[in-house]
């Protein structure tokens, strides 16, 4: 990791990494949801904070506008059209 940094806003292809903020309608309930995929050490997801390494996370780590992600999510299988992906404001950050 001793060539890791942080690249500019803007400056990547539109995919969700980590310290994305990613809105999603979710299928069934056609209900938009706004995130934030976090480490899982920083995750709340009653704050909308989810860890890379939940299902969901797992799902949407790659996924860029347009995608469709299924996800397992306690035992039914959940459909999330990916609406939005930008970086996490700097508060937000990792």
Known sequence: MERAYRAKRGSLPRRVRLGCRVTLLERESMEQIALVVTRPADSDPERGRISCL?????????AEPGDVVDVALNNLSSRFYVLHVDPAPDKEAL
């Not at 939940?54 to 790659?62: D, F, N, W, Y």
């Open 54 to 62: 939940s299902p969901l996370g797992r799902g949407l780590i790659g």
